[in-house]
């Protein structure tokens, strides 16, 4: 076996005891058709292993945003199957690095999300708040996916490393 299916044996284990959030909790918001059309692609989606790796790289209906529309409970089950399917190489359109760095990363963390809306609300505060529902066992399982990550993908290794330095590595602590 090699390193890649170990690490995704680690993901699998790490998650294996999230239970689907159900049906009414699939969705972070109710604004705008994307989050109703996030909710109607994984309603009844019990097995996230089961899921084809071409509807979650295109969900919903083809904008392949399901991962910035989840609830914190869906965004939890989901993730495993979104990171075993880029690591068998499955998604080709969904960046699943990007929604574990960024706002942990030095240029966006310190960034408002909506002062309108959220007030002085940064992208890292937001992101921890959504992250903190991870136990440990997942966090670590996050960091060795992104750590491989790095090693295939230069293009994201800043924002990888400034995000396991900024945040990560102090949830596997």
């Known amino acids: 076996m090699g390193y890649t299916e170990t690490v995704i044996e ?10 689907y959030p159900g049906d009414w909790c699939l969705s972070g ?16 989606k019990t097995d996230r292993y089961a899921i084809d790796p071409k509807l979650l790289d295109e969900a919903p209906k083809g904008l392949s945003s399901a991962l910035s ?3 914190d409970e869906a965004f939890r089950f989901y993730l495993p199957a979104y990171m075993v399917a880029d ?14 760095t960024r ?19 940064t992208w890292f505060e937001s992101k921890s708040h959504k992250f903190s529902v991870l136990t440990r066992d997942q966090a670590i399982a996050i960091v060795t996916y992104l750590r491989l990550k790095r090693k295939k993908d230069k293009f994201a290794c ?14 596997t602590a």
């Open 103 to 121: 706002g942990l990363d030095d240029k966006s963390r310190e960034k408002l999300i909506n002062p309108h809306r959220y007030g002085q609300r």
């Open 10 to 19: 680690q993901i699998i284990a790490a998650f294996s005891d999230v239970q």
């Open 158 to 171: 800043d924002e990888i490393d400034q995000a396991l330095r900024n945040y990560w590595n102090g949830r």
């Open 87 to 100: 690591l068998r190489g499955g998604l080709r359109e969904v960046n699943v690095v990007f929604h574990l």
């Open 29 to 44: 918001s109710n604004e705008g058709t994307e989050p109703v059309a996030t909710a109607e692609a994984f309603k009844g």
């Open 69 to 71: 529309f989840l609830s």
